[in-house]
């Protein structure tokens, strides 16, 4: 394959996501971690089994990322479990935190938009449902009848991310299609000229064989004469 030729249309827009993914996790634990020193002398919070919460995460998402992903590359199983895991230690974090009382349990938001915008709309309210879920669980808990409000809220972030991701993937899908229509034009247009190329040089032979044909009668009439 030619070095210069363009990459495919997935890799050249998902290479940033790959690398955003990750930033993005370590980015949630260090605000976990920055909330939780916030509330750690708060009566409602437990601040050990909530640092052993945040520190058993940040051990997996290392294994992940640098064991997992690359052992598993492209499994959906792991994808799946990676964003049940964020999902776990965001509850975990934040029941051990004071609940919906503790800012840790904001994090569901930024991670259902996250799950929705690159899982597609099935997916994306399939993780809304799990995360709107647990903080049901959380209001309940911790005794938070707006916990119902944001269960919504959530339901709703995860609706409208996985709505405009599966826009995204359906103009990208048309995108490579366009693509690979005008590639095709393209090959065809090359073969059409080059044909024309050669149709042009093998006219110019045989007109320079009828000139050198009429120079040679132009001699031998000379000669009759």
């Not at 994306?124 to 309940?140: E, P, S, T």
């Not at 609706?159 to 405009?164: A, C």
Request: aromatic letters at 8%.
């Amino acid at each position: 394959m030619d070095a210069a030729a363009p990459k495919s249309l997935p890799d050249a827009l998902y290479r940033r996501g790959r690398l955003i993914t990750p930033l993005a996790r370590w980015l949630s634990i260090g605000l976990g971690l920055l909330s939780l020193a916030f509330i750690w002398n708060n009566p409602q919070t437990e601040p050990w089994p909530a640092l052993l919460c945040c520190l058993s995460y940040a051990s997996f998402n290392l294994l992940s990322q640098f064991w997992l992903q690359k052992r598993f590359r492209g499994r959906r199983a792991l994808k799946v479990a990676h964003d049940a895991a964020d999902a776990a230690a965001i509850a975990l974090g934040a029941f051990f935190s004071g609940g919906l009382a503790s800012p840790i349990w904001l994090l569901f938001y930024p991670h259902v938009v996250a799950v929705s915008v690159r899982g597609g709309l099935r997916y994306a309210l399939g993780c809304g449902l799990l995360d709107a879920a647990m903080v049901m669980v959380l209001a309940r808990l911790s005794d938070q009848p707006l916990g119902a409000l944001h269960a919504l809220a959530l339901l709703f972030c995860a609706f409208m991310g996985g709505t405009t991701s599966s826009y995204v993937k359906a103009m990208q899908a048309r995108l490579e299609q366009v693509n690979a229509d005008l590639s095709a034009a393209n090959e065809r247009l090359s073969h059409t000229v080059e044909a024309q190329a050669l149709s042009q040089q093998d006219q110019t032979e045989a007109l320079a064989r009828l000139r050198e044909s009429e120079e040679r009668y132009r001699r031998l009439l000379g000669r009759i004469q």
